[in-house]
């Protein structure tokens, strides 16, 4: 329940006669953010949820093992089980140089993560401008959004053969690929995300004396931020989606690569080993992007929490 | 009480810095002959028909009808927002708007909105100082300390490092006529502010309202479909035909100020509503009937 | 709303789309269109420096035109499209009963969901090689990899759509006296058709991207092999007939998503 102020104010108070308070009143003491993660953790454990999903994991984790090394069902027979995957993945002297102890594994790693980065942060830097550009400034889009929307529905592995011709060497076209599909979808989300905008928040802000300047750092960029980070947390993904084939058709280093090269030549466990490191660092990139959201965006966080 | 007696001090010189001193002459309104014709996708919509008002400065202008009727539209011409098709407005003698040319929204006449329009990303504070600092009459740390003063003496302090999310409806409505006020406006518009509220966090934040009128005496042009809103805070009661928008009928409103809710159930109120509820009616049975869809 | 369009459909129509052509929007677009293909053009024929390496505009026509009449090219579509057709509609039939149940039934879902979590970040084409290992057949295993793309997609966009079905709804058909099947069949079901074609919507876009992918790498036919090929057969024009093909294939399958999703929505057209 909120202190009900206005009742004072009913009483034929005059405004001023309130109670005294400090001319600069101190901000309130937040929880910190780890007693809020505790407590959450402690609420959700009294819960069903954890408990079941834990059952789900493990039951899908136990058929995985049964199905491929214990009872070798007939479709089965070349998968890799678990017990393979982790006698490779933590092992000291692993058959195929692929464990968590072996300097190659972080070599691939790194060379994805590198690439990674490098696509996206060009795609950030050029798409979110952009597209509030493009949101801000219709003549603009007029003239830049036949030429988005023409050039989008190609999928973007189908510009990899071009992409090799373009530039030549493996490491630019992957990126190339990569950042072309980020690019598409965070300057699309930008672009939605300020025409989501509310009218009514324009005219206010004229109201109160705003240049054409002040409207764009003060409500279009605000405005827009969470379907930016959306679209971030989109495109990040469809990046590592875009990578991994780069990779594969055409890599050198990384994860992509090392799953092609480890099928092709037979060293099934490091398949599984690379498969999951993607899904951990797609997962964590994800995270990443949410965390930063969150700091970020602090009005919507105490919007949901209150 | 003008604003600087209010804050007295400091803080009064800090908000003497923030307005452009107005005398209480400043902020008449002339609405002359005014028409406004939107056209979208071709069905041409009769907005505001040869609507004539004057409004004398300091005055409380309630504008009364049925949903749809026209009266935002009509706000919205004297906020700058779109055009007339015909007529002329004035304000303090000066053309605002006529078929040829708008003048651009500005602080000189700040509008409260129905739905409100609080930047959801901006602290209360945030919201309250931006008009003074990016029309730069005043420092960031000047403005900071005017906000705190406004906001302590409007009953609102404590609040200022929250985000509009997470205070209450009323709470945002007075935040958002404090942003107004920073600004020392010549006019208040307010379009239809009250609606989305219960009828008693109503009743209080209409008596707010009055209070704020009572110490800066701002010309108000205020919009409403409650007939007895409009008798609680008007001096002037103009009653609106149903689209397009006429005026249909003026009722002088004699109930001294400053008023409070006891107001509601005197003689003066029961007869100066009998005296305007039957063209109220009237005009809401002509709106329904038009199934009027509401303007949002 | 007004007259005229009961009158005579297509005359409005017309008159509307050359209306729109007339407008200044329209006139922007169709230039920025023309200087880019003229950049394109003339970029390629003097060596400006990314654009040397690929073929003019003028050179994709003709190979465009050439493959118009090639029996091959159209059996290259046929291919893509069966494989997408397949994967796709396999995750929709996996895909949309699952779901549903996921968001219907709390305890189902807090088991699978967790499952869901872990195995989506794992890009679908990183399960290429995996799948061939399973799948007896090339073809299957493609097939498999695009059910995949799409299928994680369905799943969470339907569990997304049915936990957010407004409770007044449902509370409103138990006070009206509904039986928990008709609850699902006449709240749950439309409630969750919206998310169902954001679900269908995304999904196709993903399954071409891997099918290309995958007949890059390891396909025989269809429209991805047919890029990757001229690639590798130095038929540079044909590279970016692929290109424009498959972006047109794509387009051509969104559309009838979107023409499917607002038949089975139409509450959702406002007026």
Not at chain 2, 4 to 16: D, P
Request: aromatic share 12%; glycine share 8%; proline share 6%.
């Amino acid at each position: 329940m909120e202190p009900d102020e206005l009742s004072k104010s009913v009483e034929g108070q005059s405004l001023a006669e309130q109670g005294a308070q400090p001319t600069l009143p101190e901000e309130e003491r937040e929880p910190l953010t780890w007693e809020i993660m505790l407590s959450r953790i402690k609420y959700a454990l009294r819960t069903s949820a954890p408990y079941l999903g834990a059952l789900g994991l493990l039951s899908t984790l136990l058929a995985y093992w049964l199905l491929t090394e214990v009872i070798k069902a007939p479709l089965f027979e070349k998968v890799p089980g678990p017990v393979a995957v982790a006698s490779e993945w933590f092992s000291h002297h692993p058959m195929f140089r692929i464990s968590i102890y072996s300097g190659i594994y972080y070599k691939h790693i790194w060379a994805s993560c590198w690439r990674i980065i490098q696509a996206f942060l060009l795609a950030t830097v050029l798409g979110v401008p952009l597209g509030l550009f493009m949101g801000w400034k219709k003549v603009f889009k007029d003239y830049t959004f036949p030429l988005f929307e023409l050039t989008r529905p190609i999928p973007m592995l189908a510009w990899v053969p071009l992409a090799i011709l373009m530039f030549p060497g493996y490491e630019a076209s992957v990126i190339y690929v990569t950042f072309l599909g980020a690019f598409f979808v965070t300057t699309l989300n930008t672009l939605l995300g300020v025409e989501s905008i509310d009218e009514v928040y324009f005219r206010a802000a004229l109201c109160l004396g705003s240049r054409p300047r002040h409207i764009f750092f003060h409500v279009i960029v605000p405005g827009a931020l969470p379907f930016i980070f959306t679209g971030l947390q989109i495109s990040m993904g469809y990046s590592w989606f875009c990578l991994v084939a780069g990779e594969m058709i055409a890599g050198k280093y990384g994860l992509g690569y090392l799953i092609w090269n480890a099928y092709m030549e037979f060293q099934e466990p490091v398949l599984i080993i690379a498969m999951i490191t993607l899904g951990f660092l797609g997962w964590f990139s994800s995270a990443l992007i949410r965390m930063v959201a969150r700091r970020l965006m602090q009005w919507q966080v105490r919007e949901i929490a209150g | 009480m003008i604003l600087s007696q209010i804050l007295g001090g400091n803080g009064g010189a800090l908000v003497e810095k923030a307005a452009n001193f107005s005398e209480a002459t400043a902020g008449k309104i002339s609405i002359r002959d005014v028409s406004i014709i939107y056209d979208p996708e071709g069905a041409r919509i009769v907005a505001v028909d040869g609507c004539s008002l004057e409004i004398p400065a300091g005055e409380f202008c309630v504008i009364v009808g049925p949903s749809g009727c026209g009266k935002t539209t009509l706000l919205n011409a004297i906020a700058g927002f779109h055009g007339v098709s015909s007529g002329e407005i004035y304000m303090d003698d000066q053309l605002l708007c006529s078929p040829e040319m708008t003048t651009a929204p500005g602080a000189d006449r700040i509008v409260v909105f129905q739905n409100g329009a609080l930047f959801p990303w901006k602290t209360v504070l945030d919201n309250v100082t931006f008009g003074p600092v990016i029309q730069g009459r005043m420092t960031s740390k000047e403005a900071r300390e005017a906000g705190h003063e406004l906001l302590l003496q409007m009953g609102l302090s404590g609040i200022s490092h929250r985000y509009p999310s997470e205070i209450s409806g009323g709470m945002r409505r007075r935040v958002e006529i404090a942003r107004a006020m920073m600004n020392d406006p010549k006019v208040l518009l307010l379009d239809e502010p009250f609606r989305a509220m219960d009828a008693l966090t109503k009743t209080v934040i209409q008596k707010y309202l009055l209070d704020v009128y009572d110490a800066s005496h701002k010309t108000v042009f205020f919009i409403t479909h409650n007939l007895e809103e409009a008798i609680f805070l008007g001096t002037r009661v103009i009653v609106v035909t149903s689209r397009p928008a006429r005026v249909k009928k003026v009722i002088n409103i004699n109930i001294p100020r400053p008023r409070d809710f006891r107001v509601l159930s005197s003689e003066y109120y029961r007869n100066l509503k009998e005296e305007a509820l039957e063209a109220v009616h009237e005009e809401a049975q002509k709106a329904f009937e038009a199934g009027e869809r509401e303007r949002a | 709303m007004s007259a005229p369009l009961k009158n005579s459909k297509n005359g409005v129509l017309g008159k509307k789309v050359k209306g729109f052509l007339a407008t200044k929007s329209a006139c922007r677009g169709i230039f920025s269109i023309v200087v880019a293909l003229l950049i394109w053009e003339f970029g390629t024929r003097y060596g400006l420096p990314i654009l040397n390496a690929i073929p003019p505009p003028s050179a994709v026509l003709v190979s465009f035109k050439e493959s118009f009449v090639d029996p091959w090219y159209w059996g290259s579509w046929e291919s893509s499209f069966i494989r997408i057709g397949l994967g796709f509609i396999f995750a929709q039939i996996i895909g949309i009963p699952l779901g549903l149940l996921m968001g219907s039934s709390r305890y189902f879902r807090e088991l699978s969901l967790p499952v869901f979590e872990v195995l989506r970040p794992i890009p679908p084409l990183a399960w290429v090689p995996a799948s061939a290992l399973f799948w007896p057949t090339p073809e299957e295993s493609i097939v498999f990899v695009t059910f995949l793309g799409a299928f994680f997609v369905t799943i969470l966009n339907i569990v997304g759509g049915a936990r957010s079905i407004d409770a007044r709804y449902v509370r409103a058909a138990v006070s009206l006296g509904s039986s928990r099947k008709d609850i699902f069949w006449r709240i749950i079901l439309p409630g969750t058709l919206p998310s169902i074609i954001v679900a269908m919507t995304v999904g196709i876009g993903i399954c071409w991207n891997t099918v290309v992918a995958a007949e890059m790498l390891a396909g025989h036919s269809g429209l991805g092999f047919l890029t990757w090929r001229a690639y590798v057969t130095f038929s540079y024009p044909l590279i970016v007939v692929g290109m424009i093909s498959i972006g047109i294939a794509g387009y051509i399958s969104s559309a009838i998503i979107r023409l499917l999703g607002s038949r089975m929505t139409p509450w959702l057209k406002t007026s």
